[in-house]
């Protein structure tokens, strides 16, 4: 059964940091595109950024490029959100997600709040 | 890529047939999906490609549409199936989703 777990969340001061995982089973992460996709609090949903199944390339949105990478532990099975810089308005669900054509299959997300 | 997605909310009852659209700022081909959303849980996906059905996903959704303008339709809308739907463009990066539509009992 495909599976993605997020962890890592909770409350962080503005400009502070705070690295998510996404454990996955069932699949192998180096032979899928995985993304993050995050969602403030009663808002839509927004894509946040890309990794290939290379471990090479990404993508990022505007406004967290420069504050946030994304990485992957091939051994551990293992996504990664490094955020940095953070700020009120990144306060949201961030969801782990796959798919290469569209999102196939979503983690259940893990909360981030950005507060003083 | 801009996702123009429409109505923002809208009241239905069991048994309605329901039209939800979503157009693209430019061609997309047909590089869209659609997600269903309920309260405190993840997405999922009901459509891919803008008109394939999802594996499990009840033959009461459908997509169509290419290029710019496409649609979400529940031929009879069921109690399960009031949520929020959200499309989801993956022509080009930065991928973008639409506002959202609440679809709400009448």
């Known amino acids: 059964e495909v599976q993605m777990v997020e962890s890592g969340g909770g409350l962080v001061q503005p400009g502070g940091s705070l690295r998510l995982s996404c454990a996955a089973s069932?699949?192998?992460?180096?032979?899928?595109?995985m993304h993050w996709v995050r969602q403030a609090p009663g808002k839509g949903l927004v894509w946040v950024s890309r990794l290939d199944s290379d471990g090479r390339s990404t993508n990022y949105a505007d406004s967290v490029k420069g504050r946030f990478t994304i990485s992957r532990d091939n051994a551990k099975n293992t996504l990664y959100l490094q955020m940095n810089s953070l700020r009120v308005e990144d306060t949201a669900v961030y969801y782990c997600?796959?798919?290469?054509?569209?999102?196939?299959?979503w983690g259940q997300g893990t909360l981030v709040t950005v507060s003083s | 890529i801009q996702m123009t997605q429409s109505p923002s909310s809208l009241s239905a009852s069991v048994g309605d047939r329901v039209t939800i659209t979503c157009r693209a700022s430019r061609g997309i081909n047909n590089n869209l999906g659609w997600y269903q959303q309920k309260p405190g849980k993840a997405p999922k996906r009901l459509i891919y490609?803008?008109?394939s059905l999802q594996s499990g996903v009840p033959s009461r959704f459908s997509g169509s549409g290419s290029g710019t303008e496409f649609t979400l339709t529940i031929s009879s809308l069921q109690p399960e199936d009031f949520a929020t739907y959200y499309c989801l463009q993956h022509h080009n990066y930065p991928w973008t989703f639409g506002q959202g539509t609440k679809v709400e009992i009448k």
């Open positions: 997600v796959r798919g290469l054509w569209g999102i196939e299959s």
């Open positions: 069932g699949f192998a992460l180096n032979d899928y595109w």
């Open positions: 490609t803008a008109s």
